[in-house]
């Protein structure tokens, strides 16, 4: 079973910046793409960003320019670098890893930016 371990969320200040990491716990990163879903509550789950096998990468309007992702694929993980961040920013982020059967998730971190 692959289980994705999420960490580096917590509040930050308008403007300021976090950094996002996931690991995966086995080699399932490297021929898939991975990333970043927010939510918030009474809202669907939005993509933020993505980067395929071929690290190519997919950014919500939202958050270009202010976000970058990057992966790992030694280490299987995925970060998301986020800076200038806006009180908008604020929802649970899940990691996921997109197969060719079945999407696999983490379990979230919460990121609250005060205005």
């Known amino acids: 079973q692959v289980q994705l371990v999420e960490s580096g969320g917590g509040l930050v200040q308008a403007g300021g910046s976090l950094r996002l990491s996931c690991v995966a716990s086995?080699?399932?990163?490297?021929?898939?793409?991975v990333g970043w879903y927010r939510q918030t509550p009474g809202k669907q789950r939005e993509l933020v960003a993505t980067?395929?096998?071929?690290?190519?990468?997919i950014y919500a309007d939202s958050v270009k320019g202010r976000f970058t992702i990057s992966r790992d694929n030694a280490k299987n993980t995925v970060d998301l670098q986020m800076n200038s961040l806006k009180p908008e920013d604020t929802a649970v982020y899940y990691c996921?890893?997109?197969?060719?059967?079945?999407?696999?998730w983490g379990q979230g971190t919460q990121v609250t930016v005060s205005s």
């Open positions: 996921y890893v997109r197969t060719t059967y079945v999407v696999y």
């Open positions: 980067i395929t096998s071929a690290d190519d990468t």
């Open positions: 086995g080699s399932i990163f490297r021929d898939n793409s």
